[in-house]
């Protein structure tokens, strides 16, 4: 192919192959310019066994990859230097597994929040302070106000799934809630570790 033209390449956000399966550049490049040039360097193979573990990525490598087969069009990145890209997880997975991690996790964050509040509470004696709500609200003493304690425990919770919009997850939003937010970052993060760890691994080969 000696068609001229331009061409401006930019990582997709994952990779969705199989272990093993042949990885061309369209399927970890998105790619703008002329239709003709984009399917060319499109079908070029990037992995033509594809990738078994995580594997980094550099735009230098994909644009010498075009490059060697089509040196007449001049290729402008966009975005990040490197990407780290996985195969789809195709690990049957143990249904009962993933009930007693899901348990576990609840439990243990369950257990954890309710201890931080308790700490929390008694380090501010909420416990007097609900006598004196109590009193207030109804002229009367109690020494375990047990409505307003019921009520206030309760709201707590209420609060707190309201915050992190816990009753829309799985319905479409228009924008994402903090908990989606804290995920997507977590996740950032995780990948932007194992991307400088396997940069610097490939540096000390």
Do not use: C
Request: aromatic share 10%.
């Amino acid at each position: 192919m000696n068609k001229q033209g331009i061409l401006y390449i930019q990582f997709k956000p994952n990779l969705r192959k199989r272990p093993g399966e042949q990885i061309l550049i369209k399927d970890i490049m998105s790619m703008y310019g002329d239709k003709e040039l984009m399917d060319a360097a499109g079908n070029i193979e990037a992995f033509p066994n594809g990738i078994m573990a995580s594997t980094r990525v550099s735009m230098l490598w994909i644009i010498g990859l075009i490059n060697d087969r089509m040196p007449e069009v001049r290729v402008y990145p966009l975005g990040e230097a490197s990407a780290l890209f996985e195969p789809l997880d195709t690990r049957a997975k143990s249904p009962v597994f993933t009930a007693v991690k899901l348990i576990a996790a609840v439990l243990l964050f369950f257990i954890g929040s309710g201890l931080a509040i308790m700490y929390f509470h008694s380090d501010v004696n909420m416990k007097e302070t609900h006598r004196i709500i109590y009193h207030l609200l109804s002229g009367e003493k109690a020494d375990r106000p047990l409505l307003l304690s019921l009520s206030y425990s309760i709201g707590i919770g209420l609060g707190i799934a309201l915050f992190f919009d816990v009753f829309s997850l799985g319905r479409k939003k228009q924008n994402p809630g903090p908990l989606e937010l804290e995920l997507y970052q977590t996740e950032k993060e995780l990948e932007d570790y194992l991307l400088d760890l396997e940069a610097t691994r490939q540096e000390d080969e």
